[in-house]
């Protein structure tokens, strides 16, 4: 699944905050990431958990607006 973030200062706090769940991440744009979540048994377990995490963190960042693909 692909995470936009146009903010590229806190490109790098994204990805930090996805490595500490175990999460990998490749950088596709210079907006977006690449999130794979390895230990979710299908793509809806892996949905689910990606948008628990980024409202997680999105809860540090209050107003930022980020956008996720599959």
Sequence with gaps: MRVRLPHPALRADLRDFFHRWGCVTYEVSDDTLEVIVPDAPAERQRRRELQLY???WR???PGL??????
């Design 54 to 56: 980024l409202e997680t």
């Design 65 to 70: 607006e980020l956008d996720l693909h599959d």
């Design 59 to 61: 809860s540090h960042h």
